[in-house]
């Protein structure tokens, strides 16, 4: 089994409803479980600043999947929930990407883990570390925790922890206690 850190993030529409659907479409994906979930960020946007602000978050996964076919698998629930890449760092329906796979460094046409820039991104790193602050990122050979501290505060102020996990999480979590 794989363990894999994805990074959810929405600014168009019903940005909750888009995080919540793709939890639900991570969790139907074959051999693959969501484990948890941290809390919805809401964070200003990063390059191009003239747009709404964003809801993100990361999920835990664990999977049977290769993180080429999760990648694909990723992209194909973007596209269902509406995604069109006009321009980079563009308003999204819905934006996944694989930051962490197991303890891998990736380097591939289409993917790179860790996530290049995931260490200057505190909307990346702030639910990473509600998750597993302790996990040791290659390459950067820091902790999620000690990447974060590192960030400027300026960055740390624009990410805003929004209580709680989407609705419909909760009351899954209260049910079942997985996620």
Known sequence: MNRAYV???????????HLQAAIRLIRALPTTKAVRAS?????????????????NMVVELDTTLSA???????QQIEHQEGRKRLFKNGPRTLDLDI???NDEMIQSE????????????AFVLAPLRELNASYFVPGWERTVDE????LP???????KRIEGKPHSEQRREERDDRF
Do not use: C
Not at 147 to 150: F, R
Not at 153 to 159: I, T
């Open 7 to 17: 990074a959810l993030g929405s600014n168009i529409g019903d940005k909750a409803a």
């Open 39 to 55: 809390s919805i960020y809401e964070t200003a946007p990063v390059g191009y600043v003239d747009q709404d602000l964003f809801y």
């Open 68 to 74: 080429e076919h999760l990648l694909t698998e990723l």
């Open 99 to 101: 930051i962490l796979y």
């Open 110 to 121: 289409g993917l790179t883990v860790p996530h290049p820039r995931m260490n200057n991104r």
């Open 147 to 150: 990447l974060y501290v590192d």
């Open 153 to 159: 505060e300026a960055e740390r102020a624009d990410v």
